[in-house]
């Protein structure tokens, strides 16, 4: 009997049918190739790579830091990165953590400090305002420091979007110059009621000179009525 058309066993234009599919599978398999090499050479983004820096610039009290955010607005509005652990510890030259954000709402003329925590609860803030405007102020508390007792104020407001870097040894405080302001503040370490201290805002030796005007007297807090005064606060080493 004569054997079948076609390979032994096999079915008839198999060969043929084989061959197709080769080829097809070759053809799709130069095209998965193609599709990996674009899926994985993702193209960089802009600003990917070496990242701008935070301008951070120094304030008369040179390890205070005004910190100042690029803003991206446009007729919708705008876009800020507030916070961004790598670049701010780029901008201040050290490593950062922040473990708490507070959050605080307060009508013209109040004033809120000089506050500050000593020993293990020693506090680093980074602080901004989100509506309205503040006199804000640090106190260089450091006894080792040729800068001791002395200040520096500057004007926080929504719009400008500047920060200020007050790190450990330092008061801290602010007054309210609008109708209201929202302050929000990152520290380094959790609020510890019995390591806080207060300097007195009109303390004579260090003498803030706040922009009252026509506030009159600023509505403070009962602790803050009755803040220590310089000699008799505690200083950090």
Same mark, same amino acid.
């Given at each position: 009997?004569?054997?079948?058309?076609?390979?032994?066993?096999?079915?008839?234009?198999?060969?043929?049918?084989?061959?197709?599919?080769?080829?097809?599978?070759?053809?799709?398999?130069?095209?998965?190739?193609?599709?990996?090499?674009?899926?994985?050479? !993702?193209?960089?983004?802009?600003?990917?790579?070496?990242?701008?820096?935070?301008?951070?610039?120094?304030?008369?009290?040179?390890? !205070?830091?005004?910190?100042?955010?690029?803003?991206?607005?446009?007729?919708?509005?705008?876009?800020?990165?507030?916070?961004?652990?790598?670049?701010?510890?780029?901008?201040?030259?050290?490593?950062?953590?922040? !473990?708490?954000?507070?959050?605080?709402?307060?009508?013209?003329?109040?004033?809120?400090?000089?506050?500050?925590?000593?020993?293990?609860?020693?506090?680093?803030?980074?602080?901004?305002?989100?509506?309205?405007? !503040?006199?804000?102020?640090?106190?260089?508390?450091?006894?080792?420091?040729?800068? &001791?007792?002395?200040?520096?104020?500057?004007?926080?407001?929504?719009?400008?979007?500047?920060?200020?870097?007050?790190?450990?040894?330092?008061?801290?405080?602010?007054?309210?110059?609008?109708?209201?302001?929202?302050?929000?503040?990152?520290?380094?370490?959790?609020?510890?009621?019995?390591?806080?201290?207060? &300097?007195?805002?009109?303390?004579?030796?260090?003498?803030?000179?706040?922009?009252?005007?026509?506030?009159?007297?600023?509505?403070?807090?009962?602790?803050?009525?009755?803040?220590?005064?310089?000699?008799?606060?505690?200083?950090?080493?």
């Amino acid at each position: 009997a004569g054997a079948a058309p076609g390979t032994e066993g096999g079915v008839p234009g198999r060969d043929r049918m084989a061959q197709r599919l080769d080829r097809r599978r070759a053809a799709a398999c130069a095209g998965c190739a193609v599709w990996q090499e674009r899926l994985w050479r !993702v193209p960089q983004r802009p600003g990917q790579g070496a990242r701008r820096v935070v301008p951070a610039t120094p304030t008369r009290l040179p390890e !205070v830091l005004v910190i100042q955010p690029k803003v991206h607005g446009d007729a919708r509005g705008f876009f800020t990165e507030s916070w961004n652990q790598r670049d701010f510890n780029a901008a201040v030259g050290s490593e950062v953590t922040f !473990v708490q954000d507070n959050h605080s709402r307060s009508a013209r003329g109040v004033l809120r400090g000089l506050h500050y925590q000593v020993g293990q609860a020693q506090q680093g803030k980074l602080v901004r305002v989100l509506a309205g405007r !503040v006199f804000d102020v640090a106190v260089d508390m450091r006894r080792s420091s040729p800068r &001791l007792g002395q200040w520096v104020g500057v004007e926080l407001d929504a719009e400008g979007h500047k920060q200020l870097w007050i790190p450990p040894g330092f008061a801290h405080g602010f007054l309210v110059l609008s109708e209201t302001a929202d302050f929000l503040y990152k520290t380094t370490d959790y609020y510890s009621p019995g390591d806080e201290r207060a &300097l007195a805002w009109d303390d004579e030796h260090v003498g803030v000179e706040w922009p009252i005007g026509d506030i009159g007297m600023p509505e403070l807090s009962g602790k803050d009525k009755v803040a220590g005064r310089w000699p008799d606060v505690t200083l950090f080493d």
